[in-house]
C-alpha cells in the first residue's frame, strides 16, 4: 500500500500492516523517517514473515505446511507432526 492509501486507510478506521522487509531503500535516514511515520499513522510494522503466519491464523489449517515450507522455516515439520498427531 502507498503513502496515501495508506495514510487513507487508518483515517478511514481500517489497519493497516507493512512488511518491512518488503520495501527498502540504500539510505538509512528515509528507511527510519518512512517508519517512523508509519508508525505514527496507526500503520503496524512487522516482516512478511510474522503477517503472513498471522494471516494463516492457525498452524493447525491444512495450508499451514506450505507456508512454513515456502518460508523456509524448518520447524514446520515439526508444527506438521504435533499437528497431526492432535488430528488422529
Request: aromatic content about 8%; overall charge negative.
Amino acid at each position: 500500500m502507498r503513502g496515501a492509501s495508506r495514510d487513507r486507510a487508518t483515517a478511514a478506521g481500517y489497519d493497516a500492516y507493512v512488511a518491512v522487509d518488503a520495501s527498502g531503500t540504500f539510505s538509512r535516514t528515509k528507511r527510519e523517517a518512512g517508519l517512523l511515520r508509519m508508525q505514527q499513522a496507526g500503520v503496524v510494522v512487522s516482516d512478511y514473515a510474522t503477517l503472513l503466519v498471522e494471516a494463516l491464523a492457525d498452524n493447525a489449517a491444512p495450508e499451514a505446511g506450505a507456508l512454513y515450507a515456502a518460508l523456509d522455516m524448518p520447524f514446520a515439520v515439526l508444527v506438521g507432526q504435533i499437528s497431526g498427531a492432535y488430528q488422529a
